[in-house]
């Protein structure tokens, strides 16, 4: 929303800076992004008088014009072709600043010295979006004689600032200057000035030009109509071109120019149907047919459909309601009577047409928001004044109001303690009804409270809260005293989960690794990418409905393929290194088609590649869960699972709960993912690992017995895992192994093929007394007996 | 035979100066004084002595070796001595080697980040709550007071499971479930993933974090909202941070505000980052929990008001470090990972 400050100057008194304006509508709660001077960039630019207009001695498409610019008579060299005699135009002199840039010196085109530039609209800063077609390529050309000599900005109301204000959707009543001149005058305490709108002069009769108005669906709340004979379609004189371009709108020929206006002061779209071009002479607001076509002003044909409320007349639809007219019934030069529109219509129906056409317009925005239904009349009779007043047409005696407003006058009341409860800060009860009746709400004390009505241009307010912040936002709520919080003192902590969480975040932190984050949502090729079977339960995904692609479809039941693709993007960028954690949500639906809010399961998915092996990985989990308390972990072999390498992939267990899988990933995937080297990973169910862990720490005597060391070497095949033969050890035991020790693992010429040399250190020790010989001979016995029966285990001597 | 043990000690002593090792000096201490030794030699002869030279002799021999085993010892120790220095300066090394065994993990700069407001909000007796992402439209628009048409309800703007099931939006619901859940009074935070349908380019990402605050008590006011938020933004920027309150439009707080910060970049000064302005705009939005959104919990709104406040991570995390795409936090880049 821009706002122009002259504009504005004409229904409130403006008697601080730009600067203390924009601050105090801030602080009002108006969002100001911008404060940008017009002529900001434009020095030395004056009116001129084009006194004698040559052609170039030595270039055809140049000009030389002799122009008056009061105290002396300057040669200037131009290639604009609108130029004739007589005419007042911007003048660059010599040292003359431009906004584009430029600054101006003496030129010389082909042995002419050129004293200086005549300016176009763009030259002197204006955007392509608001200069008028028809003056898009040339010189600007003032519309009477101004003095000669002057600055040109001045004339050309560029000498004033415009803010730029963000409104929020609730105000649709401030993307007006009426609306926003009412903000003003509330948030400085002046009194805020109604524009009269009067037309002087009636003629004929409105039933004499159309056949009337047939509103044929509850979605249009109203349609007040009138209708202007005589038009002669013009351009708008200058002061209507500049204040309109100013507030960001391209003029366009009279009788526009004034809906738009209008529209802009008051926040009403309005529009003009040229009445001779409709069929029957009449206007029918409809809902649309199904599949019924109309070709919009901006020259596309719409399919509409039954959402659509539209125009029509009384064979086919002319416009559509509240978003843009009908190309046919448009306002053209030829155009000889005109009917004006001020209509309400559904927000929501506006929104939904809106949406759909993607078409955006500044009726739309406004409609979408809902406007304020008593300021169609306001509107179109504004319009009327305007136009009889520069000479546009002359307006037809009568109105057709064909109005289906409903609901009743909407009065609160509003406490003054409950005021007081909720900001903090006693605000007298005066000031709370001078800042409500500035606002346009009629408010007045009794029985202890103030009943306020609320105005039908803010259909925002509804409860008592809604005053209260209105009283607040004119205080200030920068003027509200800050106070600490009083109550019982809380204990602020995390959820136990979150607790674990950071546990595990420092001691992977410690251990090299780097925390990533991924996306929640991922592509469905992932779950084929990882090589899935067609019956895994990570299939068995959510769809979004609108996603923002095919990339971000599904919801994730994995966090591999995260993983995955991030360690192939750093491998590509050439990164030597990854060690890296996420811990996030899986989603699994409780059945399919969903129906009801999947479970959010937490994983820990780690992952790296580079100079690191299974076992890194494998020490890496167990550190976690040591430092969590988890002991009893078991590592089973699993060859099945597609993903991995079928012999270097274990199920992690703990108490006969499976808590993760972790391994080398399988070639085939790594292909999938484009990564040339080797990758492991884990993918652990972390709400497993949280009901698992045992951070509480009991502290156990130091021992007070010597330890015997024993070593033992065996050969065993190869595929016997030396998992398995610890848990001999350990169950053989009697509670007296301390440590094993894995020293040496040995195959070649020492023992047989497909057979390994194991050897351990086995530390015993008893809490209870110092151990004798006999008693670990005896344990080592049994352990070398049950590895032998087991495992066919050889004693290596 | 006196004169042979005086030799023997002249002889001794002299061959111990000039002895270098440790081997050596035990060699020699073997040659003199071990059992077959000459010392041991020489006292073998001592039964040819009189009766009366006897004890004199042997006296004069204990001396000899007395002395010889002082000097052995002494030579040993300075000899141990030098062994050790050569040992020492031997075993020096080259300490600007570099070795790269241990690295140092770094936590994602956003989720740290998250982690440190929930700290301060800890320490001011806030507990951490949770959510999930997937949420209802219930709790998500239609229990916060979310207009039936808010464009923000649109396929454009949220993503949908469907009719019932959405990406949440914001954190806001979390206020909801904490409500139901754990009634008044309350004091909660909860910080988490929340996604909106934008294109991913330098400021905007489909998944985005927020972190969400809620009050409710009796007699809560804004005075107490504007403290809470003035201590949070201090402790988290430093003291010299102002802000202001400029009145919003939030559907789920009546009155709303939004909170601009002192520019974190030029402190005030005015600066391209904050468009010159001083401030940086919008860091938290907040407001007082709305009536309606207290009843749609079951708690009483005559009895009970609360204050609400939300806040984007990712921005506060890029503007605490200086990170000026967000595609960054995405993207995982070891490189960009490695300088947290």
Known sequence: MLLPIKWLSKYVDIDVTSKELADGLTYSGSHVESINRLDKGIEKVVVGRIDKLEKHPHADKLLVCEVNVGKELLTIVTGATNLKEGDYVPVALIGAKLPIGLDIGETNFRGVDSQGMLCSLRELGYGDNVIPKEVRDGIFVFDKEYPLGEDASYFLDLDEDVIEFEITPNRPDCLSIFGMARETAATFKKTLKHPEIKVKNEVDDIFEYTNGIQVETPNCYRYYSRVIKDVKIAPSPMWLQTTLMNAGVRPINN???????????????????????????????????????????????????????????????????????????????????????????????????????????????????????????????????????????????????????????????????????????????????????????????????????????????????????????????????????????????????????????????????????????????????????????????????????????????TLMSNMLELLSRNEKKGVEEVLAYEIGYTFMPKSLPVTELPDEKQVLSVGFYGNKDFYFMKESLEVVLARLGIKNIEYIREENNPSFHPGRTAILMVDGIRIGVFGEVHPDVCENYNIKGKIYLAHMDFDNIVKLTNIEVKYKPLPKYPAITRDIALVVDENVMVGELEKIIKDNGNGLVERIILFDIYRGNQVEENKKSVAFSIVYRSYEGTLTDDVVNNIQNAIIKEMESQFMAKLRS | MKERLES???????????????????????????????????????????????????????????????????????????????????????????????????????????????????????????????????????????????????????????????????????????????????????????????????????????????????????????????????????????????????????PSAEVDVTCIKCRGEGCPVCNFTGWSMELLGCGMVHPKVLENCGIDSEKYTGFAFGMGIDRITMVKYGINDIRLLFENDNRFLDQF
Request: glycine share 6%; hydrophobic share 40%.
């Open chain 1, 255 to 557: 009788v526009v120019d004034v809906t738009n206006y209008v529209m802009l002061e008051f926040g009403e779209p309005l529009h003009a149907f040229d009445l001779d071009m409709l069929n029957g002479r009449k206007i029918i607001v409809r809902q649309a047919y199904d599949n019924e076509k109309l070709t919009t002003l901006d020259g596309i044909e719409r399919i509409l459909s039954t959402d659509d409320i539209i125009i029509a007349d009384d064979q086919m639809p002319i416009g559509i309601a509240g978003i843009m007219g009908g190309l046919h019934s448009e306002i053209t030069p030829e155009t000889k009577t005109v009917l004006l529109e001020g209509a309400n219509f559904s927000s929501k129906h506006v929104r939904l047409t809106s949406k759909k056409f993607a078409l955006r317009t500044e009726a739309s925005t406004r409609f979408e928001k809902g406007i304020d239904p008593y300021l169609c009349n306001v509107a179109v009779e504004r319009v009327c004044q305007l136009i009889e007043e520069i000479g546009a047409g002359t307006v037809v005696k009568g109105i057709i109001d064909v109005n289906q407003i409903t609901g009743e006058d909407k009065i609160i009341s509003l406490r003054p303690e409950r005021s007081k409860k909720l900001l903090g800060v006693d605000i007298s009860i005066d000031e709370m009804i001078q800042s409500l009746s500035n606002l346009g709400f009629q408010s007045k004390f009794e029985n202890d409270v103030i009943l306020s009505k609320v105005p039908s241009f803010r259909a925002d307010v509804e409860v008592e809260a809604d005053l209260i912040e209105e009283v607040g936002r004119l205080y200030g709520f920068h003027n509200i005293k800050s106070m600490p919080l009083v109550g019982g003192l809380t204990r602020g902590e995390r959820p136990y989960n979150k607790q674990v969480e950071l546990k595990v975040k420092n001691i992977l932190q410690g251990l090299g690794y780097n925390e990533v984050m991924t996306y929640s949502f991922i592509s469905p090729k992932a779950y084929d990418k990882l090589n899935l079977k067609e019956d895994a339960v990570e299939r068995k995904y959510i769809r979004l409905i609108n996603p923002l692609g095919e990339d971000y479809s599904t919801m994730r039941t």
């Open chain 2, 8 to 254: 023997l000690r002249e002889k001794a002593l002299k061959e111990i100066q000039n002895i270098v090792n440790l081997s050596e000096l035990e060699d020699l201490r073997v040659k003199f004084l071990g059992k077959k030794g000459e010392i041991t030699s020489i006292l073998r002869d001592m039964g040819k002595l009189s009766a009366e030279m006897r004890p004199v002799v042997g006296q004069m021999a204990n001396d000899v070796r007395a002395d010889i085993e002082d000097k052995i010892s002494e030579a040993k120790e300075i000899l141990g001595n030098k062994a050790k220095e050569a040992k020492l300066t031997k075993e020096t090394i080259d300490i600007t080697v570099k070795t790269e065994n241990l690295r140092r993990g770094h936590r994602h700069p956003l989720l740290a980040t998250a982690e440190e407001l929930e700290d301060l909000f800890i320490s001011m007796g806030f507990s951490v709550v949770t959510g999930p992402e997937v949420e209802t439209v219930e709790n998500n628009f239609d229990a916060l007071n979310s207009p039936d048409n808010h464009p923000s309800r649109d396929l454009s703007d949220t993503f949908y499971i469907n009719d019932e099931l959405l990406l949440r939006t914001h954190t806001s619901p979390v206020q909801i479930r904490a409500m139901k859940e754990l009634g008044a009074p309350l004091r909660i935070v909860s910080a988490g993933r929340t996604f909106r349908f934008d294109d991913v380019d330098d400021t905007h990402s489909p998944m985005f974090h927020q972190l969400e605050g809620l009050v409710v008590d009796e007699n809560i006011s804004m005075a107490n909202l504007i403290h809470t938020l003035d201590i949070f933004i201090k402790e988290l920027f430093g003291e010299d941070m102002k802000t202001r309150y400029r009145p919003h439009h939030f559907p789920f707080t009546e």
